[in-house]
């Protein structure tokens, strides 16, 4: 089993749709849990990130982590053609020396259709 | 005023070759990372190294060696490319106790021939 599972999609939605991410993940050491956009050839820029279950909300973006089912969702809503890009969930625990080690999921490609 | 820059952009070489990339960070921060990312968009630690340690991906062959000649820059060298070693590799940093917060580069697209 992978440590953390995402649906590569694609996932095509109009203009103006609430999109909803998700991932699990097993490894239960994992303390922060993070979503990164990552537009065509560019690097993965983050959004969100959260330590403790729950909301958090950003604007059009909603981050929820449910750690006792090692879920976690990002929401985005009135979705725009300018979201269109693949979304990453991120995970990290720590690694020693300072260092946290992100793992990743595969990514989830999103198409906002105007 | 990039935050975390590397160079190349672009890299074609042939099996067999020694290529470096270079990393370099203006933000002042503490740790830097490898990422590679392969033909299929997954993204995976190589490396995570600060000025006390260099933590290494157990599934990162010896033949990748990251160089750190100050705190702002982490070069990755590769020796005796191979196809598979064909990808997108990403610098990224971090500052010391909020490694959640990683900042990356544009990348760098390595073609092995």
């Known amino acids: 089993q992978k440590e953390v599972e995402q649906d590569p999609g694609p996932l095509s939605v109009p203009e103006g749709a609430i999109v909803s991410l998700n991932c699990t993940y097993s490894n239960s050491a994992f303390q922060y849990f993070m979503w990164y956009r990552q537009y065509s050839r560019k690097g993965p820029e983050l959004l969100m990130y959260?330590?403790?279950?729950g909301n958090k909300e950003d604007g059009r973006f909603t981050a929820q982590v449910d750690k006792s089912s090692k879920y976690i969702s990002l929401f985005i809503r009135d979705s725009q053609p300018s979201d269109s890009a693949t979304y990453l969930c991120?995970?990290?625990?720590?690694?020693?020396?300072?260092?946290?080690?992100?793992?990743f999921g595969k990514g989830t490609k999103l198409s906002v259709i105007p | 005023d990039t935050a975390v820059s590397q160079t190349p952009k672009y890299l074609v070489t042939q099996m067999g070759n020694d290529k470096s990339i270079k990393c370099e960070q203006n933000l002042g921060h503490d740790t830097m990372y490898w990422y590679k990312q392969d033909s299929k968009k997954f993204l995976k630690i190589m490396f995570s190294?600060?000025?006390?340690?260099?933590?290494i991906n157990e599934t990162v062959p010896n033949r990748f060696s990251p160089k750190s000649p100050d705190k702002a820059h982490l070069n990755l060298h590769i020796n005796s490319l191979e196809l598979g070693d064909s990808a997108v590799y990403f610098c990224?940093?971090?500052?010391?106790?909020?490694?959640?917060?990683?900042?990356f580069g544009p990348g760098t697209r390595l073609t092995v021939l």
């Open positions: 190294y600060n000025n006390k340690e260099l933590i």
């Open positions: 959260t330590y403790s279950s």
């Open positions: 990224a940093s971090s500052q010391e106790g909020t490694g959640n917060e990683q900042f």
């Open positions: 991120a995970m990290t625990a720590y690694s020693g020396a300072g260092s946290y080690q992100l793992t």
